[in-house]
Protein backbone atom coordinates (compact mmCIF):
# COMPACT_ATOMS: atom_id res chain seq x y z
CA UNK A 1 0.00 0.00 0.00
CA UNK A 2 1.09 3.07 -0.66
CA UNK A 3 2.60 5.09 2.57
CA UNK A 4 3.02 8.26 1.26
CA UNK A 5 2.21 11.54 4.00
CA UNK A 6 -1.05 12.57 3.24
CA UNK A 7 -2.69 15.92 4.70
CA UNK A 8 -5.72 15.91 4.12
CA UNK A 9 -8.26 12.92 4.67
CA UNK A 10 -11.85 12.29 3.55
CA UNK A 11 -13.06 10.27 6.29
CA UNK A 12 -16.86 8.78 5.66
CA UNK A 13 -18.78 7.75 8.84
CA UNK A 14 -21.35 4.52 8.19
CA UNK A 15 -23.80 4.92 10.85
CA UNK A 16 -25.93 2.22 9.86
CA UNK A 17 -28.91 -0.34 11.12
CA UNK A 18 -27.10 -3.72 10.78
CA UNK A 19 -28.60 -7.10 11.76
CA UNK A 20 -27.32 -9.40 14.21
CA UNK A 21 -26.53 -12.96 12.27
CA UNK A 22 -27.16 -11.40 9.30
CA UNK A 23 -23.46 -11.79 7.48
CA UNK A 24 -24.29 -11.44 4.07
CA UNK A 25 -26.95 -8.81 4.08
CA UNK A 26 -23.94 -6.72 6.36
CA UNK A 27 -21.70 -7.10 4.06
CA UNK A 28 -24.39 -5.90 1.15
CA UNK A 29 -24.73 -2.93 3.86
CA UNK A 30 -21.24 -2.35 3.71
CA UNK A 31 -20.69 -2.30 0.02
CA UNK A 32 -23.53 0.02 -0.65
CA UNK A 33 -22.32 2.41 1.74
CA UNK A 34 -18.93 2.13 0.69
CA UNK A 35 -20.32 3.11 -2.75
CA UNK A 36 -21.82 6.52 -1.19
CA UNK A 37 -18.31 7.37 0.29
CA UNK A 38 -16.56 6.55 -3.33
CA UNK A 39 -19.12 8.85 -4.65
CA UNK A 40 -18.54 11.47 -2.20
CA UNK A 41 -14.49 10.95 -2.57
CA UNK A 42 -13.61 9.72 0.52
CA UNK A 43 -10.45 7.90 0.98
CA UNK A 44 -11.86 5.94 4.08
CA UNK A 45 -15.21 4.47 5.45
CA UNK A 46 -15.48 3.20 9.12
CA UNK A 47 -17.77 1.00 10.57
CA UNK A 48 -19.43 0.74 14.04
CA UNK A 49 -18.03 -2.09 15.85
CA UNK A 50 -18.83 -5.57 14.99
CA UNK A 51 -20.77 -4.48 12.53
CA UNK A 52 -20.11 -7.79 10.34
CA UNK A 53 -21.62 -10.04 12.75
CA UNK A 54 -24.23 -7.27 13.95
CA UNK A 55 -24.30 -6.24 17.50
CA UNK A 56 -24.22 -7.49 20.10
CA UNK A 57 -24.12 -11.07 18.87
CA UNK A 58 -24.05 -12.55 22.31
CA UNK A 59 -22.98 -16.60 22.24
CA UNK A 60 -23.77 -16.80 18.41
CA UNK A 61 -19.85 -15.40 18.32
CA UNK A 62 -18.77 -18.36 20.09
CA UNK A 63 -20.29 -20.65 16.49
CA UNK A 64 -17.11 -21.36 14.80
CA UNK A 65 -19.18 -21.50 11.56
CA UNK A 66 -20.45 -18.56 12.43
CA UNK A 67 -16.89 -17.22 13.16
CA UNK A 68 -15.70 -18.22 9.88
CA UNK A 69 -18.79 -16.58 7.83
CA UNK A 70 -17.78 -12.96 9.42
CA UNK A 71 -13.75 -13.96 8.33
CA UNK A 72 -14.64 -14.67 4.90
CA UNK A 73 -16.85 -11.87 4.82
CA UNK A 74 -13.94 -8.98 5.56
CA UNK A 75 -11.81 -11.09 3.56
CA UNK A 76 -14.40 -10.66 0.18
CA UNK A 77 -14.14 -7.15 0.84
CA UNK A 78 -10.76 -6.60 1.39
CA UNK A 79 -10.33 -8.58 -1.97
CA UNK A 80 -12.64 -5.59 -3.60
CA UNK A 81 -10.63 -2.96 -2.33
CA UNK A 82 -8.08 -4.07 -4.99
CA UNK A 83 -10.54 -1.92 -7.65
CA UNK A 84 -9.76 1.25 -5.81
CA UNK A 85 -12.31 3.37 -3.44
CA UNK A 86 -12.32 3.80 -0.08
CA UNK A 87 -10.50 2.08 2.36
CA UNK A 88 -12.60 0.12 4.78
CA UNK A 89 -12.32 0.25 8.78
CA UNK A 90 -14.63 -3.16 9.70
CA UNK A 91 -15.41 -4.35 12.99
CA UNK A 92 -15.29 -8.22 12.69
CA UNK A 93 -15.15 -11.35 15.65
CA UNK A 94 -11.50 -12.46 14.77
CA UNK A 95 -10.06 -15.62 15.71
CA UNK A 96 -6.15 -15.97 16.23
CA UNK A 97 -4.07 -17.98 17.65
CA UNK A 98 -7.40 -19.93 19.04
CA UNK A 99 -8.60 -16.67 20.62
CA UNK A 100 -11.52 -14.97 19.91
CA UNK A 101 -11.57 -11.01 19.68
CA UNK A 102 -13.42 -8.55 19.15
CA UNK A 103 -11.40 -6.89 16.53
CA UNK A 104 -11.32 -3.37 13.82
CA UNK A 105 -9.67 -4.30 10.47
CA UNK A 106 -8.57 -1.70 8.22
CA UNK A 107 -9.13 -3.04 4.69
CA UNK A 108 -7.37 -1.80 1.33
CA UNK A 109 -5.57 -2.92 -1.62
CA UNK A 110 -6.82 -5.94 -1.79
CA UNK A 111 -5.78 -6.75 1.27
CA UNK A 112 -6.16 -7.06 5.36
CA UNK A 113 -3.79 -4.61 6.40
CA UNK A 114 -4.15 -4.26 10.05
CA UNK A 115 -6.25 -5.42 12.77
CA UNK A 116 -6.44 -4.12 16.61
CA UNK A 117 -8.26 -6.08 19.14
CA UNK A 118 -10.42 -4.68 21.57
CA UNK A 119 -8.51 -4.19 25.17
CA UNK A 120 -11.16 -3.68 27.32
CA UNK A 121 -13.87 -5.84 27.77
CA UNK A 122 -17.51 -4.35 29.46
CA UNK A 123 -18.88 -6.75 31.73
CA UNK A 124 -22.18 -4.48 33.65
CA UNK A 125 -25.20 -3.48 32.66
CA UNK A 126 -26.28 -5.39 29.35
CA UNK A 127 -22.63 -6.11 28.61
CA UNK A 128 -20.74 -9.69 29.43
CA UNK A 129 -18.27 -9.66 26.47
CA UNK A 130 -15.88 -11.19 29.05
CA UNK A 131 -18.04 -13.98 28.70
CA UNK A 132 -17.14 -14.66 24.65
CA UNK A 133 -14.26 -12.43 24.43
CA UNK A 134 -10.52 -12.95 25.03
CA UNK A 135 -8.60 -9.28 25.63
CA UNK A 136 -6.28 -7.97 23.17
CA UNK A 137 -3.42 -6.89 24.19
CA UNK A 138 -2.59 -2.62 24.46
CA UNK A 139 -2.11 -1.67 20.59
CA UNK A 140 -0.65 0.95 18.39
CA UNK A 141 -1.82 2.89 16.01
CA UNK A 142 -1.73 1.57 12.46
CA UNK A 143 -0.86 3.45 9.46
CA UNK A 144 -2.81 4.44 6.50
CA UNK A 145 -1.45 6.82 4.15
CA UNK A 146 0.71 8.03 6.11
CA UNK A 147 -1.50 8.74 8.80
CA UNK A 148 -0.73 7.23 12.43
CA UNK A 149 -4.86 6.47 13.55
CA UNK A 150 -5.51 5.18 16.58
CA UNK A 151 -7.84 2.04 16.92
CA UNK A 152 -9.45 2.22 20.29
CA UNK A 153 -12.55 -0.18 20.67
CA UNK A 154 -15.97 1.43 22.54
CA UNK A 155 -14.79 0.38 26.05
CA UNK A 156 -11.02 1.56 25.61
CA UNK A 157 -11.96 4.68 25.55
CA UNK A 158 -15.30 4.24 28.25
CA UNK A 159 -13.36 2.88 31.29
CA UNK A 160 -12.18 4.67 34.51
CA UNK A 161 -8.85 3.13 34.56
CA UNK A 162 -8.37 1.42 37.76
CA UNK A 163 -7.78 -1.89 36.52
CA UNK A 164 -8.35 -1.38 32.49
CA UNK A 165 -5.49 -0.69 30.84
CA UNK A 166 -5.40 2.90 29.46
CA UNK A 167 -5.53 2.46 25.83
CA UNK A 168 -5.92 6.21 24.50
CA UNK A 169 -2.83 7.13 26.62
CA UNK A 170 -0.82 3.82 24.93
CA UNK A 171 -1.94 4.93 21.16
CA UNK A 172 -1.12 8.79 22.30
CA UNK A 173 2.51 8.00 23.55
CA UNK A 174 3.19 5.24 20.65
CA UNK A 175 2.18 8.16 18.05
CA UNK A 176 -1.67 7.98 17.35
CA UNK A 177 -2.82 11.38 15.21
CA UNK A 178 -6.35 10.60 14.72
CA UNK A 179 -8.82 8.50 17.19
CA UNK A 180 -11.11 6.55 15.55
CA UNK A 181 -13.56 4.74 17.76
CA UNK A 182 -16.27 2.25 16.22
CA UNK A 183 -19.37 1.52 19.33
CA UNK A 184 -21.77 -0.27 20.06
CA UNK A 185 -23.55 1.87 22.52
CA UNK A 186 -26.98 1.34 23.39
CA UNK A 187 -29.53 3.81 23.91
CA UNK A 188 -30.66 5.00 27.50
CA UNK A 189 -32.34 8.30 28.90
CA UNK A 190 -29.50 11.68 28.60
CA UNK A 191 -26.74 8.70 27.00
CA UNK A 192 -25.86 11.41 24.66
CA UNK A 193 -24.58 13.46 27.11
CA UNK A 194 -22.43 10.62 28.97
CA UNK A 195 -20.76 9.62 25.59
CA UNK A 196 -20.14 13.52 24.76
CA UNK A 197 -18.32 14.04 28.31
CA UNK A 198 -16.24 10.51 28.08
CA UNK A 199 -15.27 11.57 24.45
CA UNK A 200 -14.29 15.14 25.60
CA UNK A 201 -12.07 13.24 28.94
CA UNK A 202 -10.31 11.01 26.54
CA UNK A 203 -9.48 14.10 23.99
CA UNK A 204 -8.17 16.52 26.92
CA UNK A 205 -5.85 13.57 27.84
CA UNK A 206 -4.41 12.61 24.58
CA UNK A 207 -4.74 15.98 22.58
CA UNK A 208 -5.99 14.05 20.10
CA UNK A 209 -9.27 14.34 17.91
CA UNK A 210 -11.82 11.88 18.13
CA UNK A 211 -14.30 10.55 15.60
CA UNK A 212 -16.94 8.34 17.73
CA UNK A 213 -19.06 5.54 15.11
CA UNK A 214 -22.19 4.19 16.91
CA UNK A 215 -24.50 2.28 15.10
CA UNK A 216 -28.49 3.02 14.48
CA UNK A 217 -31.36 0.69 14.93
CA UNK A 218 -32.72 -2.26 17.42
CA UNK A 219 -31.81 -5.70 18.78
CA UNK A 220 -34.12 -7.57 21.18
CA UNK A 221 -34.04 -5.18 23.62
CA UNK A 222 -31.64 -3.17 23.13
CA UNK A 223 -32.30 0.27 20.53
CA UNK A 224 -28.81 1.54 19.31
CA UNK A 225 -29.54 5.87 18.50
CA UNK A 226 -26.73 6.67 16.27
CA UNK A 227 -25.71 10.20 17.01
CA UNK A 228 -22.12 9.36 15.58
CA UNK A 229 -19.94 12.59 16.12
CA UNK A 230 -16.61 14.14 15.91
CA UNK A 231 -14.25 16.34 18.44
CA UNK A 232 -11.35 18.00 17.63
CA UNK A 233 -8.09 18.46 19.57
CA UNK A 234 -9.68 22.05 21.03
CA UNK A 235 -12.96 19.43 22.25
CA UNK A 236 -15.01 21.56 19.39
CA UNK A 237 -17.56 19.43 17.72
CA UNK A 238 -16.24 18.43 14.44
CA UNK A 239 -19.70 17.05 13.39
CA UNK A 240 -22.98 15.42 14.95
CA UNK A 241 -25.06 13.02 12.68
CA UNK A 242 -28.83 12.50 14.07
CA UNK A 243 -29.89 10.18 16.34
CA UNK A 244 -32.29 7.07 14.99
CA UNK A 245 -31.70 7.45 11.54
CA UNK A 246 -29.11 5.81 9.47
CA UNK A 247 -26.41 7.98 8.05
CA UNK A 248 -23.40 7.82 5.52
CA UNK A 249 -21.63 11.12 5.83
CA UNK A 250 -17.88 12.07 4.43
CA UNK A 251 -16.07 14.27 6.66
CA UNK A 252 -13.43 16.56 5.23
CA UNK A 253 -9.72 16.33 7.99
CA UNK A 254 -6.69 18.50 7.16
CA UNK A 255 -3.48 18.43 9.16
CA UNK A 256 -2.17 21.88 10.30
CA UNK A 257 1.29 21.68 12.38
CA UNK A 258 1.35 18.31 13.51
CA UNK A 259 -2.77 18.54 14.30
CA UNK A 260 -6.02 16.81 12.50
CA UNK A 261 -8.65 18.63 12.14
CA UNK A 262 -12.00 18.20 10.40
CA UNK A 263 -14.02 20.89 8.46
CA UNK A 264 -17.23 21.61 10.06
CA UNK A 265 -19.76 19.75 9.18
CA UNK A 266 -23.42 18.91 10.11
CA UNK A 267 -24.67 19.54 13.27
CA UNK A 268 -28.20 17.97 14.16
CA UNK A 269 -30.01 19.19 17.22
CA UNK A 270 -30.19 17.30 20.73
CA UNK A 271 -33.08 14.92 20.90
CA UNK A 272 -35.51 16.03 23.77
CA UNK A 273 -35.53 12.88 26.36
CA UNK A 274 -39.56 12.49 25.97
CA UNK A 275 -38.92 12.68 22.11
CA UNK A 276 -35.95 10.37 22.18
CA UNK A 277 -37.81 7.85 24.49
CA UNK A 278 -40.75 7.73 22.20
CA UNK A 279 -38.27 7.20 19.47
CA UNK A 280 -36.31 4.64 20.85
CA UNK A 281 -40.09 2.79 21.30
CA UNK A 282 -41.04 2.93 17.83
CA UNK A 283 -37.96 1.74 16.64
CA UNK A 284 -37.26 -0.72 18.50
CA UNK A 285 -40.69 -2.33 18.00
CA UNK A 286 -40.37 -1.57 14.04
CA UNK A 287 -36.77 -3.36 14.05
CA UNK A 288 -38.39 -6.54 16.32
CA UNK A 289 -41.16 -6.77 13.72
CA UNK A 290 -39.11 -6.50 10.99
CA UNK A 291 -35.72 -8.64 11.49
CA UNK A 292 -38.06 -11.22 12.79
CA UNK A 293 -40.17 -10.97 9.50
CA UNK A 294 -43.46 -10.83 11.44
CA UNK A 295 -46.29 -9.93 9.40
CA UNK A 296 -47.80 -6.91 11.53
CA UNK A 297 -48.94 -6.92 15.05
CA UNK A 298 -51.92 -7.55 16.59
CA UNK A 299 -52.73 -6.12 20.94
CA UNK A 300 -55.77 -6.02 23.05
CA UNK A 301 -57.07 -2.91 22.83
CA UNK A 302 -58.97 -1.45 26.51
CA UNK A 303 -59.37 1.90 26.26
CA UNK A 304 -56.84 2.55 28.80
CA UNK A 305 -53.41 4.53 27.95
CA UNK A 306 -50.59 1.37 27.86
CA UNK A 307 -52.65 -0.29 24.83
CA UNK A 308 -53.59 3.48 23.41
CA UNK A 309 -49.84 4.68 23.42
CA UNK A 310 -48.49 0.46 22.03
CA UNK A 311 -51.07 1.04 19.70
CA UNK A 312 -50.04 4.94 18.18
CA UNK A 313 -45.88 3.65 18.57
CA UNK A 314 -47.38 0.66 16.59
CA UNK A 315 -48.64 2.13 13.92
CA UNK A 316 -46.15 5.01 13.66
CA UNK A 317 -43.64 2.18 13.55
CA UNK A 318 -45.23 -0.03 11.08
CA UNK A 319 -48.52 1.75 9.26
CA UNK A 320 -52.06 1.25 10.00
CA UNK A 321 -52.14 -1.88 7.40
CA UNK A 322 -50.15 -3.87 9.90
CA UNK A 323 -51.59 -3.31 12.94
CA UNK A 324 -55.02 -4.98 14.47
CA UNK A 325 -56.25 -4.12 17.37
CA UNK A 326 -58.90 -5.88 19.35
CA UNK A 327 -61.39 -4.94 22.10
CA UNK A 328 -62.39 -7.85 24.67
CA UNK A 329 -65.17 -7.14 26.46
CA UNK A 330 -66.86 -8.60 29.61
CA UNK A 331 -69.29 -7.90 31.73
CA UNK A 332 -66.91 -5.19 33.50
CA UNK A 333 -66.00 -3.25 30.25
CA UNK A 334 -67.25 0.06 31.11
CA UNK A 335 -69.29 1.72 28.76
CA UNK A 336 -66.35 4.91 28.49
CA UNK A 337 -63.82 1.74 27.58
CA UNK A 338 -65.79 1.03 24.49
CA UNK A 339 -66.11 4.48 23.53
CA UNK A 340 -62.25 5.52 24.09
CA UNK A 341 -61.19 2.25 22.39
CA UNK A 342 -63.34 3.14 19.34
CA UNK A 343 -61.88 6.84 19.26
CA UNK A 344 -58.58 5.36 19.34
CA UNK A 345 -58.78 3.18 16.23
CA UNK A 346 -60.63 6.48 14.24
CA UNK A 347 -57.65 8.24 15.01
CA UNK A 348 -55.32 5.82 14.47
CA UNK A 349 -57.01 3.94 11.51
CA UNK A 350 -56.41 0.56 12.12
CA UNK A 351 -58.45 -2.78 11.98
CA UNK A 352 -60.47 -3.07 15.04
CA UNK A 353 -62.38 -5.98 15.88
CA UNK A 354 -64.83 -6.77 18.95
CA UNK A 355 -64.71 -10.41 20.12
CA UNK A 356 -66.64 -10.67 23.46
CA UNK A 357 -65.37 -12.83 25.96
CA UNK A 358 -68.09 -14.02 28.00
CA UNK A 359 -69.12 -17.29 26.82
CA UNK A 360 -65.26 -18.40 27.15
CA UNK A 361 -64.90 -17.19 30.94
CA UNK A 362 -68.10 -19.04 31.27
CA UNK A 363 -66.74 -22.00 29.71
CA UNK A 364 -64.03 -22.40 31.80
CA UNK A 365 -65.47 -21.57 34.73
CA UNK A 366 -68.09 -24.30 34.17
CA UNK A 367 -65.56 -27.00 33.60
CA UNK A 368 -63.54 -26.06 36.83
CA UNK A 369 -66.77 -25.98 38.72
CA UNK A 370 -66.50 -29.31 39.87
CA UNK A 371 -62.65 -28.54 41.18
CA UNK A 372 -63.56 -25.24 42.74
CA UNK A 373 -66.96 -26.77 44.58
CA UNK A 374 -66.98 -25.35 48.02
CA UNK A 375 -63.85 -22.63 47.47
CA UNK A 376 -65.09 -18.54 47.52
CA UNK A 377 -64.58 -16.76 44.43
CA UNK A 378 -61.51 -14.46 44.40
CA UNK A 379 -58.88 -13.15 42.28
CA UNK A 380 -58.84 -16.58 40.24
CA UNK A 381 -62.27 -16.04 38.63
CA UNK A 382 -60.69 -12.17 37.71
CA UNK A 383 -57.79 -13.79 36.57
CA UNK A 384 -59.49 -16.44 34.12
CA UNK A 385 -60.93 -12.65 32.23
CA UNK A 386 -56.92 -11.66 31.65
CA UNK A 387 -55.97 -15.35 30.59
CA UNK A 388 -58.96 -15.81 28.42
CA UNK A 389 -58.36 -12.45 26.47
CA UNK A 390 -54.47 -14.03 26.45
CA UNK A 391 -55.49 -16.84 24.73
CA UNK A 392 -57.59 -14.99 22.16
CA UNK A 393 -55.10 -12.77 21.05
CA UNK A 394 -52.52 -15.75 20.85
CA UNK A 395 -55.05 -17.44 18.69
CA UNK A 396 -55.53 -14.20 16.75
CA UNK A 397 -51.52 -14.25 15.93
CA UNK A 398 -51.13 -17.89 15.63
CA UNK A 399 -53.88 -18.17 12.47
CA UNK A 400 -52.50 -14.53 10.92
CA UNK A 401 -48.92 -14.60 11.54
CA UNK A 402 -49.48 -11.39 13.08
CA UNK A 403 -47.17 -10.77 16.76
CA UNK A 404 -49.04 -9.86 19.49
CA UNK A 405 -48.07 -6.60 21.65
CA UNK A 406 -48.21 -7.12 25.38
CA UNK A 407 -48.88 -3.49 26.73
CA UNK A 408 -47.91 -3.69 30.83
CA UNK A 409 -45.73 -0.77 31.75
CA UNK A 410 -42.86 -0.81 34.21
CA UNK A 411 -44.98 -0.12 37.19
CA UNK A 412 -46.63 -3.10 36.70
CA UNK A 413 -43.99 -4.87 35.92
CA UNK A 414 -41.74 -3.93 39.02
CA UNK A 415 -44.83 -5.31 41.24
CA UNK A 416 -46.55 -7.81 39.72
CA UNK A 417 -49.36 -6.18 38.47
CA UNK A 418 -50.60 -8.29 35.64
CA UNK A 419 -51.70 -11.23 35.15
CA UNK A 420 -48.88 -14.41 33.67
CA UNK A 421 -50.66 -16.20 30.37
CA UNK A 422 -53.15 -13.46 30.40
CA UNK A 423 -51.91 -9.68 29.59
CA UNK A 424 -48.66 -10.53 29.82
CA UNK A 425 -48.91 -12.67 26.91
CA UNK A 426 -47.08 -11.58 23.60
CA UNK A 427 -43.71 -11.61 21.97
CA UNK A 428 -42.74 -7.84 22.39
CA UNK A 429 -43.34 -4.87 24.18
CA UNK A 430 -42.78 -1.54 23.28
CA UNK A 431 -43.19 0.38 27.10
CA UNK A 432 -42.68 -2.59 29.15
CA UNK A 433 -39.03 0.05 30.63
CA UNK A 434 -41.35 3.10 30.91
CA UNK A 435 -43.19 3.73 34.42
CA UNK A 436 -46.90 4.80 34.26
CA UNK A 437 -46.23 8.90 34.70
CA UNK A 438 -44.00 8.29 31.76
CA UNK A 439 -46.55 6.44 29.50
CA UNK A 440 -49.12 9.43 30.07
CA UNK A 441 -46.10 11.89 29.32
CA UNK A 442 -45.34 10.36 26.38
CA UNK A 443 -49.06 9.95 25.38
CA UNK A 444 -49.57 13.82 25.63
CA UNK A 445 -46.79 14.58 23.78
CA UNK A 446 -47.77 12.38 20.99
CA UNK A 447 -51.02 13.99 20.20
CA UNK A 448 -49.01 17.51 19.31
CA UNK A 449 -45.72 15.64 17.80
CA UNK A 450 -44.97 12.98 15.78
CA UNK A 451 -41.18 11.53 15.03
CA UNK A 452 -39.19 11.54 12.03
CA UNK A 453 -39.88 8.33 10.08
CA UNK A 454 -42.83 7.72 11.90
CA UNK A 455 -45.91 6.16 9.70
CA UNK A 456 -48.94 7.04 12.04
CA UNK A 457 -51.14 10.28 11.69
CA UNK A 458 -50.03 13.71 12.35
CA UNK A 459 -51.07 14.25 15.61
CA UNK A 460 -54.24 13.86 18.54
CA UNK A 461 -53.85 10.11 18.40
CA UNK A 462 -55.08 9.43 21.77
CA UNK A 463 -58.03 10.71 22.95
CA UNK A 464 -58.16 13.56 25.81
CA UNK A 465 -60.48 11.32 28.01
CA UNK A 466 -57.83 8.50 27.67
CA UNK A 467 -55.09 10.99 29.33
CA UNK A 468 -57.31 11.84 31.84
CA UNK A 469 -59.08 8.83 33.38
CA UNK A 470 -58.61 7.03 36.59
CA UNK A 471 -56.56 3.55 35.20
CA UNK A 472 -58.62 0.32 35.73
CA UNK A 473 -58.06 -3.52 35.43
CA UNK A 474 -61.49 -3.68 35.16
CA UNK A 475 -61.86 -6.91 36.32
CA UNK A 476 -64.37 -6.27 38.99
CA UNK A 477 -66.94 -3.88 39.70
CA UNK A 478 -65.66 -0.14 40.15
CA UNK A 479 -61.88 -1.65 40.19
CA UNK A 480 -59.56 1.21 39.89
CA UNK A 481 -55.76 0.41 39.97
CA UNK A 482 -55.14 2.45 43.74
CA UNK A 483 -57.59 -0.13 44.72
CA UNK A 484 -54.25 -2.17 45.25
CA UNK A 485 -51.37 0.62 44.51
CA UNK A 486 -50.52 3.79 45.47
CA UNK A 487 -51.20 6.72 43.37
CA UNK A 488 -48.68 6.64 40.54
CA UNK A 489 -46.66 9.44 41.44
CA UNK A 490 -45.74 8.10 44.42
CA UNK A 491 -45.21 5.06 43.09
CA UNK A 492 -43.35 5.24 40.02
CA UNK A 493 -40.67 7.75 42.59
CA UNK A 494 -39.77 4.50 44.67
CA UNK A 495 -39.59 2.31 41.94
CA UNK A 496 -36.68 4.56 40.45
CA UNK A 497 -35.41 4.74 43.63
CA UNK A 498 -35.41 0.78 44.23
CA UNK A 499 -34.87 0.04 41.01
CA UNK A 500 -32.73 2.47 39.10
CA UNK A 501 -30.71 3.35 42.21
CA UNK A 502 -30.99 0.59 44.33
CA UNK A 503 -31.58 2.79 47.59
CA UNK A 504 -32.28 1.18 50.99
CA UNK A 505 -35.55 1.59 52.63
CA UNK A 506 -34.15 4.06 55.39
CA UNK A 507 -32.39 6.60 52.19
CA UNK A 508 -36.15 6.27 51.02
CA UNK A 509 -37.92 6.81 54.15
CA UNK A 510 -35.24 9.93 54.92
CA UNK A 511 -36.00 11.42 51.15
CA UNK A 512 -39.48 11.73 52.65
CA UNK A 513 -41.65 8.74 51.35
CA UNK A 514 -44.01 6.62 53.80
CA UNK A 515 -41.79 3.69 55.25
CA UNK A 516 -44.48 1.44 55.81
CA UNK A 517 -45.45 2.30 51.69
CA UNK A 518 -41.97 1.73 50.41
CA UNK A 519 -41.22 -1.31 52.99
CA UNK A 520 -44.69 -2.67 50.66
CA UNK A 521 -43.30 -1.73 47.67
CA UNK A 522 -40.08 -3.44 47.97
CA UNK A 523 -41.69 -6.58 48.96
CA UNK A 524 -44.12 -6.20 45.37
CA UNK A 525 -41.00 -5.63 43.71
CA UNK A 526 -39.24 -9.08 44.88
CA UNK A 527 -42.26 -10.82 45.16
CA UNK A 528 -42.75 -10.23 40.90
CA UNK A 529 -39.36 -11.66 39.69
CA UNK A 530 -41.09 -14.70 39.06
CA UNK A 531 -43.59 -12.90 36.80
CA UNK A 532 -40.51 -10.91 34.92
CA UNK A 533 -38.84 -13.92 33.71
CA UNK A 534 -41.44 -15.05 31.69
CA UNK A 535 -42.39 -11.64 30.45
CA UNK A 536 -42.23 -10.31 26.77
CA UNK A 537 -38.10 -8.48 25.88
CA UNK A 538 -39.02 -4.76 25.60
CA UNK A 539 -37.45 -1.81 24.75
CA UNK A 540 -34.56 -0.10 27.25
CA UNK A 541 -34.78 3.70 28.19
CA UNK A 542 -33.88 3.50 31.14
CA UNK A 543 -30.46 3.61 32.69
CA UNK A 544 -31.54 -0.30 34.70
CA UNK A 545 -34.15 -2.12 32.67
CA UNK A 546 -35.40 -5.77 33.78
CA UNK A 547 -33.89 -8.14 31.82
CA UNK A 548 -30.36 -7.52 30.64
CA UNK A 549 -29.62 -5.22 33.19
CA UNK A 550 -31.03 -5.85 36.80
CA UNK A 551 -30.72 -9.55 37.21
CA UNK A 552 -32.20 -10.54 40.66
CA UNK A 553 -33.09 -14.07 42.18
CA UNK A 554 -36.44 -15.39 42.03
CA UNK A 555 -35.96 -17.16 45.27
CA UNK A 556 -34.92 -14.14 47.59
CA UNK A 557 -36.02 -13.62 51.44
CA UNK A 558 -33.52 -10.75 52.09
CA UNK A 559 -35.42 -7.97 54.14
CA UNK A 560 -33.06 -4.37 54.00
CA UNK A 561 -32.62 -4.55 57.23
CA UNK A 562 -34.12 -0.60 57.86
CA UNK A 563 -37.35 -2.52 57.40
CA UNK A 564 -38.19 -5.12 60.48
CA UNK A 565 -39.84 -2.78 62.63
CA UNK A 566 -42.10 -1.41 59.93
CA UNK A 567 -46.06 -2.68 60.02
CA UNK A 568 -46.05 -3.59 56.25
CA UNK A 569 -42.95 -5.58 56.59
CA UNK A 570 -44.70 -7.62 59.46
CA UNK A 571 -47.73 -7.92 57.22
CA UNK A 572 -46.32 -8.87 54.09
CA UNK A 573 -44.02 -11.76 55.95
CA UNK A 574 -46.41 -13.85 57.44
CA UNK A 575 -46.31 -16.77 54.72
CA UNK A 576 -46.59 -18.13 51.34
CA UNK A 577 -49.62 -15.56 51.14
CA UNK A 578 -47.72 -12.92 51.16
CA UNK A 579 -47.17 -13.47 47.41
CA UNK A 580 -50.73 -12.65 46.16
CA UNK A 581 -49.91 -8.75 48.24
CA UNK A 582 -50.79 -6.20 45.96
CA UNK A 583 -50.85 -8.53 42.84
CA UNK A 584 -53.17 -9.25 39.82
CA UNK A 585 -52.40 -12.55 40.39
CA UNK A 586 -50.03 -15.90 42.05
Known amino acids: MNQRLADKLAIAVAQLNAIVGDVSGNLERARAARAVAARDHADLIAFSELFIAGYPPEDLVLKPAFQAACRTAVETLARETAAGGPAVLMGTPWVEDAKLYNAYALVAGGRIEAIRFKVN??????????????????????????????????EDTWTDWGDYENVVECLAETGAELLMVPNGSPY???????RINVSVARVTESG??????????????LVFDGASFALNADRSIAFQ????REAVVTTHWSRSDGVWRSAQGPIAAAEDPDKADYTACMLGLRDYVEKNRFKGIVLGLSGGIDSALCAAMATDA?????????????RYTSRESLEDAAAIVRALGVRYDIVPIESAVHGLEAALAGVFAGAPRDVTEEN???????????????????????TGNKSEMSVGYATLYGDMNGGFNPIKDL?????????????????????????????????????????RENQTDQDTLPPYDILDQILERLVEREESISTIAAAGFDRDTAVKVERMLYLAEYKRRQAAPGVKVTL???????????????????????????????????????????
Request: proline share 8%; with cysteine.
Open 318 to 330: LGRERVRCVMLPY
Open 241 to 244: LPAF
Open 384 to 406: LQARTRGTILMAISNKFGAMVVT
Open 121 to 154: LPNYGVFDEKRVFAAGPVPGPVSFRGVRLGLPVC
Open 435 to 475: YKSEVYRLGHLRNHWKPDGALGPDRDVIPQNVLVRAPSAEL
Open 188 to 194: WRDKADV
Open 544 to 586: KNFGRDRRYPIVNRFLDPGTVNSAADRMLVKGPAMAKAGTADF
Open 208 to 221: LPLIYINQVGGQDE
